[in-house]
């Protein structure tokens, strides 16, 4: 939750990246997507691309839903083609 609020509030990626290496072994597929589109909102596209990339194989390894009105499944199509 802090991540988001933290995210919301356009806080500092160090804060967001020491949280992170909290919720990093649980893999939550959330945590990954809420910091690809951290670093994507902070124009760091090549790190976002692989966090968007690591929450979609997490999601597709849990199982998790991957339809095409998935957030996941939208925003990591759209970071590959931001990063072409």
Known sequence: I????????????KVA????????????????????IFYHKNKKNDRAFEYFETAFRL???QNGYLGKDSEILNNTINIYQFNQ
């Not at 802090?2 to 990626?13: A, F, P, S």
């Open 59 to 61: 999601l597709k390894e």
């Open 17 to 36: 990246e020491d949280i992170f290496k909290k919720l990093k072994t649980i893999n939550s597929v959330d945590a990954y997507h809420l910091m690809g």
């Open 2 to 13: 802090r991540l988001l609020q933290l995210m919301n509030e356009n806080g500092e990626i």
